[in-house]
Antibody, heavy 121, light 107 residues
């Protein structure tokens, strides 16, 4: 069974770059037709789709974050990564990685447990 | 982008009662690409329904989804104590994928 585990610094200073990793176990990130996705949730608020990487390597980003986001896949480590630049307090959130059921049915049926990132000096 | 509006914001009910949650889209959702998730405090969301009405594996049949176009509903026929949580709808037919603001089902 596929499992996802997010990791990275829990505290990032304003204007710096947030970097997170999602380690995939139980499946190869480069096989099949899936979207490997980052989603975030500020405390007490709803879910926001950040962007995704296809198993084949292409990426799509939320237009609201596109200028600051980079998502990539490291097939050698079976990991998905997220980089968000020029962070502010508004980027404080729990960050989830998730996998879609398939590329043609891109709802999220596998989620990581999430990792809290706080932006503060 | 498609905006999803969930109502009510909070639903106060008792175990055994029926819960009806609404999700309205700002434009028609193609192919009924609408999912529902349950989220409990401190946990990741859990998929309940996809394709507007298809229950995910292992989801009890007291959960049912319905609707099409711009209006969708999640119904919990008889609330169990473990059903008190926040529920989100999600459209995945148009990019970017979007989520509703959530409905909290509380005792």
């Amino acid at each position: 069974q596929v499992q996802l585990q997010e990791s990275g610094p829990g505290l990032v200073k304003p204007s710096q770059t947030l970097s997170l990793t999602c380690t995939v176990s139980g499946a190869s990130i480069s096989s099949g037709s899936y979207y490997w996705t980052w989603i975030r949730q500020p405390a007490g608020k709803g879910l926001e789709w950040i962007g995704r990487a296809y198993s084949g390597g292409s990426t799509n980003y939320n237009p609201s974050l596109k200028s600051r986001v980079t998502i990539s896949v490291d097939t050698s480590k079976n990991q998905l990564s997220l980089k968000l630049s020029s962070v502010t307090a508004a980027d404080t959130a729990v960050y989830y990685c998730a996998r879609t059921f398939s590329s043609s049915s891109p709802f999220f049926n596998v989620w990581g447990q999430g990792t809290l990132v706080t932006v503060s000096s | 982008e498609i905006v999803l509006t969930q109502s009510p914001g909070t639903l106060s009910l008792s175990p055994g009662e029926r819960a009806t949650l609404s999700c309205r889209a700002s434009q028609s959702i193609s192919s009924n690409y609408l999912a529902w998730y349950q989220q409990k405090l401190g946990q990741a969301p859990r998929l309940l329904v996809s394709g507007a009405s298809r229950r995910a594996t292992g989801i009890p049949d007291r959960f049912s989804g319905s609707g099409s176009g711009t209006d969708f509903t999640l119904t919990i026929s008889r609330l169990e104590p473990e059903d008190f949580a926040v529920y989100y709808c999600h459209q995945y037919g148009s990019s970017p994928p979007t989520f509703g603001g959530g409905t909290k089902v509380e005792i």
